[in-house]
Structure formats: C-alpha cells, structure tokens
C-alpha cells in the first residue's frame, strides 16, 4: 500500500439541493466563470481525484471533466447528490473504473428535511439500484454525521449491508467552502448512537471478506469523529495533510490546501501554472504557514487514510482491542 495524493475539485457552486448545514447553495457560480475542462489537463497524474459541488452533475459538460480525468487518475470520484440518475448512469457505463458515492443525510424524512430537496432520498436510492447494474462496483451511500441526523445512522448502514453497497461518513464542519459559521458540532445523544454505530462496523455481518475488512477500517476511521462529536479539542486524530497529502482546486480554478479553514487560502490557480509551479510560490508557503498554525481539528478521512496507510499497526490493533472488548461486553475505548 501506498500513500496517493488526493485533489478535490470543485466544479460549480450551483446546486439543486437546500442542505441546511451548507449554504453552497446560495453563492452559485455561474457556468462561464467554471473552470474549463481542458485546465484539468495541468494536474499531474496518478492522483486520486474526487469531483465535486455544488453539484457536479449539474455541468453540462461533466462527461468532458470524466474523460480528461480519467485515463489521468489513479482513481476517479464522483461525490454526487443522487438526483440526475441518467447523467450518473452514463458516466459509471462509460468509466466504470470509477468510485461513486451519493450523498444523502439518512432516511426519506430525514434527509428530504435536511437536504430541501423534494423526493431526495427516492432519486438517491432509485440511483444505488441503476448503478448496481452497470459495470461500475465501488458504489456506496456517503453520509455527514451531525447532531441532527445521528437517528438514522445505524438503520442507514443496515440498508447498505443489505444492498450490499458502501456507507462513508464524514463529520459537519464550519468553513470558507461550506458558507457555515454555526454549524453544531458537539452532541452527547448523537455520541450514544454514533457509538452504535462503531459496534455495528466492528461486528460487521457483510456477506464478503474484504467488505467486512473495509468496514473495521471505517470503524478505525469514526474513532475521530466521535472524538470531534464528544467536543476533545486536540490530538485526537493524526497531524494535518493539507497541501501536501490533499488540496482543493474551486470553481475558478484557485488552488488551496484545504475546505475546512475559515478563509480560502489560495496557493495559484491552475488556469495559469501546473501544480508543481504553484506549490513553489511565495502564496504556497503561506498557505502552508497558515495549515500549520490552524487548530481547528478537522475530521477529514483523507488525513486518516494516510495516517492509517503509514502506520498500519496502529488501527490494525485498535480494531483487535475493540472487538475483543465488544465480545467481553465492554465499552469501546476510543483514545
């Protein structure tokens, strides 16, 4: 295994949804500002790219994007919000290669109420069972836990296990990106039910090994996130990888560290150099000054992913802990 080098596009800032912990929605970017799919040809290859929103599939030209991308990256991502099933379709019969999650926010009432989309969840849903015909098979549900939807977690796996389909999570985070200064973070009832939830990752009862396998990992990776919802302040997840392990490429082309900081700290824009000229910039080194002053303790799986790659040992006997404790009755130990 080896550690890859994650960019994050963001495509547009239009989107069709109303989600009420992130306010994208609200300063759309309009198609003649969003970057050319032609600039994308500027990034080195082998990265692991995720395309993203706003919406992505609501640019008309997303199969451009795909074909540029995708001879170019190690792995190709669409973070999607499910709701134009026929344009995902073509792309995952086109490029099956690629990784595709659908976000949604928990169950129909739950989700249809956080995310103002009418008929979310059915598109979303109606979009996993489509998918789960073409020849695309890294597919799977991606949920943002917050004090808010945690009722819906457990079931929302239990649906995953039975369509046998991924679940990634991530925790609600306040930033430059998502528009959001009060997001609510901390929750003692979502603790109980996230908690929950960890068991149901470390006793997974899925049909294929290497299914079961993925899920201790993302027991491993929840570790920092119920840490985060619990309100610990530092060291509870590994040192940040911003501008070095991940960055984000915005709708006009800015390149930044990261989407968690409360300002965007632009590096360069790709429009006008490659990523290696960028990052040698006097606006490189200052952003990079700035990630390593930040303490906002983002739980972001990229840093984990890398951290768990790089030192393997650690979750590996995290995982065995906490299974043996399951079995004997105890609580998880979470530090």
Known sequence: MKTTVQASI???????????????????????????????????????????????????????????????????????????????VALARKYPNILIRVSVEGLPRINDSKRGLKDGFDHALRTILELKKTPCRNIGFSVVISPDNYSDLVALYELCVALDVELGTSAVHNSWYFHKHDNQVVSEDALREHDRFVRALLTSRRRKLMARLKDYGRAYFNRSIHRRLRGDHDSYRPPCGAGTDFFFIDPNGNVSPCNGSEQEWVMGNIKEQTIEQIMSTDAARQAMEHVSQCTRNCAFIVTERHDMVRHPWAPIWWIMKNKWRIWLGKEIAWD
Request: net charge negative; charged share 25%.
């Open 10 to 88: 963001i495509t547009t800032y239009r989107c069709n949804a109303r989600c009420n912990m992130c306010n994208i929605w609200q300063s759309p970017t309009h198609p003649h500002q969003e970057i050319d799919p032609e600039c994308l040809k500027r990034l080195p290859d082998d990265l692991r790219i995720n395309i993203t929103g706003g919406e992505a599939t609501l640019r008309t030209d997303i199969d451009r994007i795909f074909e540029v991308l995708y001879p170019k990256a190690a792995l190709l991502e669409l973070s999607t919000n499910g709701y134009n099933t026929d344009t995902i």
